[in-house]
């Protein structure tokens, strides 16, 4: 595609329910990362898939949040139990390959709030 | 552990030179990156520095880097309103390729 697709771009919902987060990277990326920004704030790390590998979970924040990448293309990542603090941005973000030199190309985010 | 750390805010006159600052931890990052993200925006890729450079030029920015003080930064020459954003510098891990941003720095450029 032309760019990292993310769905929906606004989503507001009631604390206790449950939220997916889609993300469409760049035809043909390897690497696929989740972020989160809450207002003000810099990026926080949750997730990072990298090819047939074993996703690097270690920025999740709790056991109410997961991701999953189908056929190494489009990646799901899901709150359960949504709570008030988890309301921020959710920017996902691709890369070619695995490799130092290559950029990241980001969506422009999911805006998740928890009323 | 990994980690990379910005100053959070930064102003200047529109017209001055901006310099925003960057340490890191991993010396073994080949490049080190600089990403602009606008308001409401996703995150661009501004520029980017190849480790055994200490310094890249392009039109009104400028990166140094100082790889002994593990300090990288970014120069905005004659600062416009249009600069006003977040930027944030980045390094990759050598191992996983795993992007480590920095907490970014928000420029506010005034008029």
């Known amino acids: 595609g032309a760019g990292v697709s993310q769905s929906p771009s606004n989503k507001v919902t009631e604390k206790g329910k449950d939220v997916e987060l889609r993300c469409d990277p760049i035809?043909?990326?390897?690497?696929l990362y989740w972020y989160r920004q809450s207002l003000g704030q810099g990026l926080e790390f949750l997730i990072y898939f990298q090819g047939n590998s074993a996703p690097d979970k270690s920025g999740l924040p709790s056991d109410r949040f997961s991701a999953e990448r189908t056929g190494g293309s489009v990646s799901t990542l899901t709150i359960q139990r949504t709570q008030q603090e988890d309301s921020a941005v959710y920017l996902c973000?691709?890369?070619?390959?695995?490799?130092?030199?290559?950029?990241?190309?980001f969506g422009q985010g999911t805006r998740l709030t928890v009323v | 552990g990994e980690d990379v750390e910005q100053s959070l805010f930064l102003s200047v006159r529109e017209g001055d030179s901006s310099v925003i600052n960057c340490t890191y931890t991993d010396s073994s990052s080949t490049y080190l990156y600089w990403y602009k993200q606008e308001p409401g925006a996703g995150l661009q890729l501004l520029t980017y520095i190849f480790s055994n450079m200490d310094m890249k030029q392009d039109q009104r920015l400028t990166v140094l880097l100082n790889k002994k003080d593990k300090h990288l930064s970014l120069r905005i020459a004659d600062t416009q309103t249009g600069d006003s954003a977040i930027y944030f510098c980045?390094?990759?891990?050598?191992?996983?390729?795993?992007?480590?941003f920095g907490t970014g720095t928000r420029l506010k450029v005034l008029a």
């Open positions: 980045a390094e990759k891990d050598r191992r996983t390729y795993k992007y480590i």
């Open positions: 973000a691709s890369s070619s390959e695995a490799s130092e030199r290559t950029e990241a190309f």
């Open positions: 035809s043909g990326h390897t690497a």
